[in-house]
């Protein structure tokens, strides 16, 4: 069975950008959640879609959004890019909400 | 924010060494889950344990779901340099429907 996949794997943008990155979840799997990942904060939890609705949220703000198609596929947009959105974004899937997750490669964002 | 707490946050040790890293909380979890990051890579699943007390074995990787639910261990047996980086925990607590994760250990080895 494939893994998690996430494109693009590198993406530089300067601030005032938006950007959107992609998540194809392992065949099967309905959940997919979003992490934003900094040395200094460490896993950041972004959000959470099962079954094309938003299950759960966390503290970012309205600039970062998602959604999920029918297919399980995730899209996660960022909107006016600022430079400390500079970061590893993680996607990872599970057949259950939040159950065990299987994480992808993850997309390197710099904003300069 | 996160709601383990994982020690040690960074070991240097050396070669053929056993290691030991854990992860507590003051709540209690159903799930624990010990994943491993390589530089630039996404986190992958080492061992998952779903039942209290429960102990598995990965390979030179043993992890244990504590008895009182809120803590869990991962060992690794003779270190060899491939298991140079970071090690999460994360966990499910009991009533929430959110993983949470720990701070994570940075395993370095010196040859």
């Known amino acids: 069975k494939a893994g998690v996949t996430q494109t693009p794997r590198y993406l530089i943008k300067t601030r005032g950008q938006q950007v959107t990155l992609s998540c194809s979840p392992i065949?099967?799997?309905?959940?997919v959640s979003w992490y934003q990942q900094t040395p200094g904060q460490g896993l950041q939890f972004l959000f959470e879609?099962?079954?094309?609705?938003?299950?759960n949220k966390g503290n970012f703000p309205g600039r970062f959004s998602g959604r999920q198609f029918s297919n399980s596929r995730s899209e996660m947009n960022v909107s006016t890019l600022e430079l400390g959105d500079s970061a590893l974004y993680l996607c990872?899937?599970?057949?259950?909400?939040?159950?065990?997750?299987?994480f992808g490669p993850g997309t390197r964002l710099l904003v300069l | 924010g996160q709601q383990l707490n994982q020690s040690p946050q960074s070991m240097f040790i050396q070669e053929g060494e056993d290691v030991s890293m854990n992860c507590t909380s003051s709540?209690?979890?159903?799930?624990w889950l010990w994943y491993k990051q390589d530089p630039g890579e996404g986190p992958v699943l080492l061992i998952a344990?779903?039942?209290?007390?429960e102990l598995t074995s990965n390979g030179r990787l043993t992890a244990q779901f504590g008895i009182t639910r809120k803590d869990s261990f991962l060992n690794i047996s003779a270190s060899i340099p491939s298991d140079v980086g970071i090690y999460f925990c994360?966990?499910?607590?009991?009533?929430?429907?959110?993983?949470?994760f720990g701070q994570g250990t940075r395993l370095t080895i010196n040859p």
């Open positions: 990872a899937s599970s057949a259950v909400s939040q159950e065990t997750q299987y």
């Open positions: 994360a966990g499910t607590r009991q009533g929430a429907q959110k993983l949470v």
């Open positions: 879609y099962f079954s094309e609705t938003q299950r």
């Open positions: 065949s099967g799997h309905r959940s």
């Open positions: 709540s209690i979890f159903n799930t």
């Open positions: 344990l779903y039942k209290a007390g």
